[in-house]
């Protein structure tokens, strides 16, 4: 097959000067141009659509690393992104880490010397300033879900804050007083403001007299399976509620209560977060704090494509979307014990 410099060779003219005219951003005598389109019709050359883009400076493919795909939250992210670059003409480069700090620096070293117009990046731990000066370096980026503190980059978070403070108030009002807070860790954007939210909705219903506990840990089926032991092992003063702040810990907190023989809600209630995986299908179906995953997905690409330096105007460093509470059959006012 032909290439550009055949067809230069033939046109009796330089490679750079074929490639220019061929992007448009020349312009040539008329005599010139014809015995260039004379060359291409003679070879049947047919330009390279990827090498011409990134002739112009660009590939048309935005890099996107995550920690997972298997997990409810996650897949239904990817894919939110995946239409929406569909959708623009775009290409996805997919990168997961599983969630370990030395395949994301790997990454994000590959995708700074490639050919990406810019990344999206996700992570679901604890950051560290060797990876936020790595994003900073990455070119155009935008971080979401989790921060990374350090990064100069726009950030696209859901809003954890209210969505701990509508499950605090919810329990408050429904009377319980002793609540059990699981997963997440302050030094996580998420962890922490989930907390500080769950703790000023149970306190504005329940005043100071709110008994608030705390098990850290990711947001995993396993944690949530050694939260529920722990829980079901306690022969006295158990919390009579549970905040398990992810999809992942509502099913292992579920799976460990019903092996222990404890009923939700009758002998503890329960409110989830995410609500992406099939949480109305529980027995009971599990009231929930609902992240709107895929307007995360579909706005994380936008955004992205707005901070590029070429776009006029100055973003927002932070931009939160709504969350919302989605009331079902696992919380119930507490029993009284004798």
Request: with cysteine; aromatic share 6%.
């Amino acid at each position: 097959m032909a290439n550009l410099q055949d067809v230069a060779k033939a046109a009796k003219v330089s490679k750079t000067t074929v490639s220019r005219y061929l992007n448009g951003s020349l312009e040539l005598p008329a005599k010139t141009a014809e015995a260039i389109n004379a060359a291409i019709k003679a070879l049947n050359y047919v330009p390279n659509p990827h090498a011409r883009r990134l002739s112009l400076g660009r590939s048309d493919t935005i890099a996107l690393v995550v920690p997972d795909i298997a997990t409810p939250f996650f897949a239904t992210f990817v894919a939110a992104v995946e239409a929406e670059a569909d959708r623009r003409g775009l290409s996805l480069a997919l990168h997961a880490t599983l969630n370990r700090p030395d395949r994301e620096m790997s990454y994000l070293d590959k995708i700074r010397h490639g050919a990406a117009d810019g990344l999206i990046f996700v992570t679901n731990h604890e950051g560290s300033p060797e990876l936020a000066e790595k994003i900073n370096a990455a070119g155009p980026c935008i971080v979401v879900d989790e921060d990374v503190v350090g990064t100069e980059v726009p950030k696209l978070f859901c809003d954890n804050e209210a969505g701990g403070y509508l499950a605090g108030r919810h329990l408050a009002e429904a009377g319980h007083r002793h609540v059990l807070f699981i997963g997440g860790v302050d030094q996580m954007i998420s962890g922490a403001r989930r907390y500080a939210g769950f703790e000023r909705g149970m306190r504005e219903v329940a005043g100071e007299g709110a008994r608030i506990e705390r098990s850290c840990g990711p947001y995993t089926f396993e944690a949530g399976r050694v939260a529920g032991r722990a829980f079901a092992a306690r022969d006295e003063d158990r919390p009579t509620a549970i905040f398990a702040t992810s999809d992942e810990l509502v099913i292992g907190l579920f799976e460990a209560l019903r092996a222990a023989g404890l009923n939700v809600p009758r002998d503890v209630s329960v409110v989830g977060f995410d609500d992406v995986g099939p949480l109305h299908l529980f027995a009971p179906a599990v009231t929930a704090v609902r992240q709107p995953v895929r307007d995360l997905g579909k706005r994380a690409l936008e955004l992205l494509l707005e901070s590029r330096p070429d776009t006029p105007g100055k973003l927002p460093q932070e931009e939160l979307l709504t969350v919302t509470l989605i009331e079902r059959d696992s919380v119930a006012p507490p029993i009284e014990r004798t």
